[in-house]
């Protein structure tokens, strides 16, 4: 299943290192999961079968990262799944460009929740406002650089924190600004955070995880969910994990097109990175996915 799918995404990647599916053909953040994707698989990222398409979607996210301020927009979103990206690269591919990128958009980062009112993010860099989803790219994108030895300040990791714990809801739910209205998805991002940031043992997580055990899974962005839930489950209990993992591979099983991906509403790309990362932990080579 996962050659099939890396096959399909190394088949249709645009020669500027895109891929092409509408309408989102040019935001960085699908290339982002898609490089993300293959990088996890573990094949080397120099020499190995899928080395070009590494190198050629890096180039894209290089490319459109602001020579000044190193963000990789048009949203704070495509920034930080960009950023995880270049994180997750750097090291392993040789391109002396991703420390140098991978410093100034920590910095973005870093700059942005320094203006923000609630000490978190939201749409664009300049945004006041919060929510735990755009947060959580942030947050992610932030803990892989800091595991890649890029210095990011533990304040800015606290107060991402305790942006999380003021949308917690008392049943272990995350809110989308607020504590309100928690669904599944934005408390698996939530899970994935505190695990990250190795707070397991706080009572945020644990509780988080129990509304994840006990909620069914919110199906607006399958793929999107598919991604957090895994990371979740893999990090709140192995047991469950594996049942978990068992039935995933069973539904993307019966999912997956003759020609390798996986559909969504923003594309077979999105669908397809989505779906494989979430298999992606059995492989655990990606220093994002390791316990």
């Known amino acids: 299943m996962y050659l099939k799918g890396l096959k399909f995404l190394a088949r249709t990647q645009a020669p500027a290192g895109n891929w092409p599916d509408q309408p989102r053909n040019t935001e960085p953040a699908l290339t982002a999961l898609a490089v993300i994707s293959i990088l996890a698989h573990g094949d080397d990222p120099n020499i ?25 927009g048009p949203s704070m979103y495509n920034h930080g ?15 002396p460009r991703l420390g140098p990128a991978l410093e ?19 749409y ?20 892989a650089a800091r595991n890649a030895g890029i210095a990011v300040p533990e304040r800015v990791i606290q107060n991402g924190l305790s942006f999380f714990r003021s949308c917690q809801t008392p ?7 607020t504590a309100s209205a928690p669904n599944s998805t934005r408390t698996a991002i939530a899970c994935v955070v505190f695990a990250l940031a190795k707070e397991k043992s706080a009572p945020e997580f644990k509780t988080a995880f129990q509304f994840v055990k006990s909620t069914p ?14 990371q979740a489950y893999f990090h709140g209990s192995p047991e469950l994990w594996q049942s978990w993992n068992r039935e995933n591979i069973r539904a993307l099983r019966a999912t997956q097109t003759a020609e390798g991906g996986w559909g969504s509403q923003y594309g077979p ?11 992606a932990l059995n492989y655990r080579y990606l220093p994002i996915y390791e316990r």
Do not use: C
């Not at 049943?171 to 600004?177: I, N």
């Open 269 to 279: 790309t999105f669908g397809t990175a989505g779906s494989l990362l979430s298999l």
């Open 217 to 230: 899974p919110d199906n607006q962005f399958p793929p999107y969910s598919l991604y957090y839930l895994s």
């Open 171 to 177: 049943d272990g739910g995350m809110g989308y600004q």
């Open 124 to 143: 664009s860099p300049e945004s006041t406002d919060a929510d735990t989803t755009v947060s959580g790219a942030q947050m992610v994108a932030l803990l």
């Open 104 to 122: 100034k958009a920590v910095g973005l980062i870093v700059s942005a929740q320094a203006q923000n009112s609630r000490l978190a993010w939201r």
């Open 81 to 95: 799944f960009s950023t995880l990206a270049l994180a997750e690269a750097y090291g392993a591919v040789n391109d």
């Open 48 to 72: 190995g079968p899928y080395s070009k398409t590494v190198h050629q979607g890096l180039d894209f996210l290089l490319k459109n990262m602001d020579a000044k301020t190193g963000y990789i």
